[in-house]
């Protein structure tokens, strides 16, 4: 009897990252998107609204990181954080600069607009590293 690989057995091939891109701008959502699947071979889910969001948590087990348009104490007050964290999910503020102390505690980033793709890769860094 031939023995099951296990789940991270080097043959065998990982499970490529997965991004979520909360933004009500279709036009940065975009964007941002974009920037996300130049890092190479991922799966990048676009949503606008929290509702969306959590509808889609639900689908997900295993999330890498989350780019959230909303304030430190938005997603605090909305329990998003615990929902995310328990997926694995890395959260990236892009709005509230005003609260970047607050968001280094947590071990979140910050995505200062307007952003390159350069600075998408460098709050996704980390990401690589411990994942």
């Known amino acids: 009897m031939k ?3 296990m789940p991270y057995d080097e043959r065998t091939p990982p499970e490529p990252p997965v991004y979520i ?7 940065i959502a975009e964007d941002l998107c974009g920037s996300l699947q130049a890092t190479g071979p991922c799966r990048v889910i676009s949503v606008s609204h929290p509702d969306e969001l959590i509808r889609v948590l639900g689908e997900e087990l295993r999330v890498s990181a989350a780019f959230l348009e909303m304030r430190y104490d938005q997603v605090i007050a909305s329990e998003l954080d615990g929902a995310l964290g328990q997926r694995g999910a890395r959260i990236v503020l892009t709005m509230g600069e005003e ?15 307007p ?6 890769r460098g709050v996704l860094r980390p990401v690589v590293e411990e994942g």
């Open 115 to 120: 952003f390159t793709e350069d600075m998408v």
């Open 21 to 27: 891109v909360m933004d009500s701008n279709l036009l």
């Open 99 to 113: 609260d970047e102390i607050r968001v280094a505690k947590q071990g979140w980033a910050m995505l200062i607009r």
């Open 3 to 5: 023995e099951p690989l």
